[in-house]
């Protein structure tokens, strides 16, 4: 396994900028999923895909919020006019099936000016 | 009630005593249950992953499960100061759905 990889690893940025992040998941796993973090606190669940099929999302996915997974591969998550309240760790992690171990990527913390 | 709750600590310790984190989980049909090491800064990192009633042992690490006491632990061994972080607790409520705690702060003192 190669594992998880997220970019960036870093992102600052001005209070209403767009922002996208890429997920590439471990290659024979067909479940992605996104988290966000924030201190002191556990992932939070925002959304999921199973191949290329978004089957869930949290309501903290505003409309603000999109993600994609074409082709079942790599993912991306897209955060619009971004607000102070964004600022966290972004964490991407994918299984070989559901109830299987999630392994995660090493993250992209986000930073609102 | 939080669904899977965790004493955020921190639970501090010596090096080489047995360090025991507990969690709590509300869903009485959760299936799958996991421990996760989070070092200051990082992403969780899997440590344990647990299925059936009783303990599954691995190295150094001892995860020990009771559904109908809807509870779930972690027990190590022969603590080291590279074990202080936070150990999360996740549980997998069917499907996609794992919940996670918010983490028990673990210091293991030279």
């Known amino acids: 396994d190669t594992g998880v990889s997220q970019d960036p690893r870093h992102k600052i940025t001005k209070r209403g900028q767009n922002v996208t992040f890429r997920c590439d998941p471990i290659?024979?796993?067909?479940?992605l999923y996104w988290y966000r973090q924030t201190l002191g606190q556990g992932p939070e669940f925002l959304t999921y895909?199973?191949?290329?099929?978004?089957?869930?999302k949290s309501r903290l996915l505003s409309d603000r919020f999109s993600a994609e997974r074409p082709k079942g591969s790599f993912s991306t998550l897209e955060i619009q006019r971004t607000e102070q309240g964004d600022s966290a760790m972004y964490l991407c992690a994918s299984s070989r099936d559901e109830n299987q171990p999630q392994h995660f990527g090493d993250g992209t913390r986000l930073s609102i000016l | 009630q939080k669904e899977v709750e965790q004493n955020s600590g921190p639970l501090s310790v010596p090096e080489g005593a047995i360090a025991s984190l507990n969690c709590t989980y509300s869903d009485r049909g959760s299936q799958s249950f996991f421990w996760y090491r989070q070092y200051s800064g990082k992403s969780p990192e899997l440590i344990m992953f647990i299925y059936s009633n009783g303990d599954k042992e691995d190295g150094r690490f001892t995860a020990q499960l009771n559904k109908a006491s809807q509870y779930v632990s972690l027990l190590i061994r022969d603590s080291q100061p590279s074990d202080s972080a936070t150990y999360l607790c996740?549980?997998?409520?069917?499907?996609?759905?794992?919940?996670f705690g918010a983490g028990t702060r673990l210091f293991v003192k030279a």
């Open positions: 895909f199973q191949n290329e099929a978004q089957l869930e």
């Open positions: 996740a549980v997998n409520t069917g499907g996609f759905k794992t919940i």
């Open positions: 290659s024979e796993h067909n479940r």
